[in-house]
Structures are given as C-alpha cells and as structure tokens.
C-alpha cells in the first residue's frame, strides 16, 4: 500500500527531477504561452528527435504537460495546477526558515534589552 | 565564454535536480529549522553513510546548502538565498500562465459583449 505521503513525494520527485533540464523548462516556457504541436516545439531544439520526445515523455510523466493526438498531429499543453505542489513545497520551505530567522531576530533582541537594562 | 543565461541555466538544473529526491529535500527540511551535524543527519536516514554523502554533496554543489569542518565534526547548514532562483522561475512561469488566462477571459468577456449588443 502506497501511503497518501509517499504518493506526495513521488510527484515531488518527478516534477522536481523533470524541471531540473533546460530543454524541458524551455518546452514549459514555450506552452506557458499557449498549446501547440510537437513538430513546433521539436523545431525550436537542435536534437534528434527521439532524444527531444524522450524529454516530453518525461515532462507528461511528471504531471508537467498533457499530450492528444488528432489524426497525425500530436498536439502539447501545459497541465493547469501541476506546478502547485512544487510551489507549495518551496514555500513551506520559506515559511520555516523565515520564521526560525524571526525567532533568531527575537532573541538577539531580548539579549540587547536585557543589556540596557 | 559561459555567459550569464547559460550560469543561470546550470543553477536552476543543478537546484530542481538536487530537490528532485526525497532524502535530499528531507535534510533541507532539517536544516530549515537550524544548522546541525552530518552525523545527526545521517542517523535520521535508513541508509549507507557513502550514499547519504554523496546526497549531501549534490546538496552543497547545488549551493543549497553549506558545510564547514571543525576538528572532526562536520557541521551542515542551509544556504540562505539558494533556493530564490528556483522561486523566481516558478513564480514567473505562474505569471505568465495566469496572464494568458485573463487574456483568454479578456477574450470571452469581449464574446458575450458582442452577443449582447
């Protein structure tokens, strides 16, 4: 049984690891903007394709972008919300160590009132 | 010549792919609540103390966090700032993805209008 936790981690994992390429942030970058083909995309990188389709397998693996195929085309888009939990877990990153850096500034100031005292 | 976008590049994959494994953000949350020893951090982990060393490595060479010897206790301690680049990506790829969204509502707004008149 995989726990609701782990799961969690597993998304973090992935996203994390797939934004960790510059072709793939690049191809996030681009669909930022709006969906569009693969053909597209693939023409905006100097790589064999195979290599370039491997990078967005990983990218819709991750959760990043979602992929249909109508007819011979394959078109990509981005996944709305896919980023939250990356985003989530940089904040909470912040949020602790803002407040340890707060609790820090607290006792520093505690110390110079007690020595003006 | 390595010019500044290509440094920035090679921050952000070093970044995300250090943050892309469990054990790795696990010690960034440790080390969020204060500095502390490798060997304190390594008893948290089921594993090998070559492996986990080498995790701290990818941690330090990301520049995410830092560690400083004295005697023989080596002592780790977040990188105040590091995680920021990895942050402003994010949050620009955010803006960027909610700005088409008004766009595109901007757009639909104008539709019903039309329909209306």
Redesign the interface.
Known sequence: MVSHMAKY?DT???????????TR?AV??RL???PTTVSELAAAHDMALPSFLAHLRKLEAAGLITTAKTGRTRRCA?A?GA?AP??D???Q??R??EA?LDRFEGHIANLKEEDET
Do not use: M, N
């Not at 994390?16 to 390429?21: E, V």
């Open positions: 981690d973090l994992s992935a996203c994390f690891t797939a934004l960790g390429d510059p942030r996030l970058d930022a903007r709006g981005l709305p980023i990356v985003r877990w940089l904040d990153q912040a602790v160590w340890r």
